[in-house]
């Protein structure tokens, strides 16, 4: 069957070479915190200190990593590639779009937006939120969240990625542990459509099992042998 139109879902796999942190480490811990300490509506209300400080550091962090040889290669697909391609991302860093690519969705939200919980304005924010600074929409102090999509919380586009889904011939995950859901049900759903399914992970995921492929290695050597192929 002819490949016109392409959904790849990527995780923290494939910032890992960039020298991201993935989501679960070996020790299970997330830069060392507990998840459900820094990455729940209720960790934020129980110790807005320190989720706002998890947040802060990884924001910072962005200016010292840059995208590695699957970011830039994804970007070459999006730029070269004729039919539909949706990029959408788990991950809250900027390394897609500093790679260059446009065709991109970050379901989770990204660390440089920031988000009023008083007027509900998302505004593009670079520094840090610890301090409290003012909204730049109603000029409240301290009322600034990290635009993140915590757990319990609804992803975002997720009509727009059923959509892609729905119209896919292929549908990639690359380094993600199909761990955390609906992200991880994408393969399913994709099935469901009759897309074909082509895993590329360091090692088998949670969700192996639901693809027709699965190619083992690193996503900074899979990755550009796969956009190679499909650019012929
Ligand atoms: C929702 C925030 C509903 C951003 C994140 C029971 C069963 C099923 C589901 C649930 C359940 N109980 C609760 C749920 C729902 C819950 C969930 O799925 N929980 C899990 C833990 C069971 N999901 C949610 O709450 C979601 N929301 O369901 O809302 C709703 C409905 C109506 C109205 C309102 C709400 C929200 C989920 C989003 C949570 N936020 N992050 C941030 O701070 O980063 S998720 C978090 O996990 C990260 O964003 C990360 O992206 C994501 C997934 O992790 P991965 O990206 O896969 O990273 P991980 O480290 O796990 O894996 C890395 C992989 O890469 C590994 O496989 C590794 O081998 C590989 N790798 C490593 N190096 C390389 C590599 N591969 C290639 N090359 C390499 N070099």
Redesign the pocket.
């Known amino acids: 069957m002819e490949t016109r139109n392409i959904v790849v879902l990527?995780?923290?796999?494939?910032s890992?070479?960039s020298g991201l942190?993935?989501?679960?480490?070996p020790d299970g811990l997330?830069e060392g915190h507990r998840?459900e300490d820094?990455?729940t509506p209720q960790a934020f209300a129980r110790n807005r200190a320190l989720v706002q400080r998890?947040?802060d550091e990884?924001r910072a962090r962005l200016a010292e990593v840059e995208p590695n040889a699957?970011h830039e290669a994804l970007a070459r697909l999006d730029s070269e590639w004729r039919g539909e391609l949706l990029i959408v991302?788990?991950?809250?860093d900027d390394l897609h779009e500093r790679a260059g690519a446009r065709r991109l969705l970050h379901?989770?939200?990204e660390?440089k937006s920031a988000w009023c919980i008083a007027c509900g304005i998302r505004t593009r924010w670079e520094a840090s939120l610890g301090d409290g600074p003012d909204c730049p929409g109603c000029g409240k102090a301290a009322t600034l969240r990290?635009d993140?999509?915590?757990?319990?919380?609804?992803?975002y586009g997720m009509e727009r990625i059923d959509a892609a889904l729905a119209r896919a011939d292929l549908f990639v995950s690359?380094?993600?542990?199909?761990?955390?859901?609906?992200?991880?049900g994408f393969v399913q759903s994709a099935r469901h459509y009759g897309a074909r399914t082509l895993e590329?992970?360091?090692?088998?995921?949670e969700g192996s099992a639901y693809f027709q492929e699965t190619r083992l290695?690193?996503?900074?050597t899979?990755v550009p042998d796969w956009v190679g192929e499909m650019l012929g």
């Open positions: 990527t995780g923290a796999g494939i890992a070479e942190a993935t989501f679960r480490g997330w998840v820094v990455c998890f947040y990884r699957a991302t788990q991950n809250v379901m989770h939200g660390l990290p993140i999509v915590w757990f319990g919380e609804m992803p690359i380094g993600t542990s199909g761990a955390v859901y609906p992200a991880a590329l992970n360091l090692e088998r995921s290695g690193a996503a900074g899979l």
